[in-house]
């Protein structure tokens, strides 16, 4: 059915200096067990971008990346040709304004730096998104987890919104579980806890009814 696809994981990192940077807490889990039954379901082509991870998928056309800009580009390269486009990578929303090339020194009580915004790729793809493409975007909230989500899957033009429940209940960084909302455009779908596997699957036959009802 799905002859390229696109999946981005993992997390996005911001160099400060030589040393530091910006990042998040993302473990690529999701997109790796995406990547895998994509290609039980046989997809030929996967491209994979990821950020740091410690685990990778099999059998996939892996694309390494590290920041939010790296990430941008590889996306974009590869978007004409994509059947559907899962952006499962924590992007970091910020960057800092000036690279220091020498690592900064512990010389004072507080140092002020300045942040800048990373581009918004998800809205970038809304906007470029041909017919018959299917977007997947990602979220994670904390406070009116489906307004804001729904809000999202609008102001992106997406196809299918997955949303993450953070909470103490559900920490989902690092955990082999999760429990997400699915946003469409028939609605919501509450899955409950499972293996990030198991949600995985639910997430590709969403996917597939999308494009074969055209939703």
Known sequence: MF?????????TIEPIDPVRFISNRSSGKMGRALAEVGKKK??????????PVCEYPQDVLLIKIETAIELQNEVLKHFDKADVIIM???????????????????????????????PDILKELGEKKKEGQIIVGFAVETEDVLDNAVKKFKEKNLDLLVLNELSDKNPVFGSDYNQVFLINKRGIKNVKK????????????EIEDIKNNNV
Do not use: H, Q
């Open 194 to 205: 499972s293996l990030k596997r198991d949600i995985a699957e639910i997430i590709w036959k």
């Open 88 to 118: 499962a990578a924590a992007v970091s929303d910020y960057r800092s304004e000036k690279y220091y090339t020498d690592k900064m020194k512990k010389s004072n009580e507080v140092i002020d730096f300045r942040l800048v915004k990373n």
């Open 3 to 11: 002859k390229n696809v696109i999946i981005t994981s993992g997390p």
């Open 42 to 51: 046989g997809i030929e082509n996967i491209y994979f971008i990821s950020g």
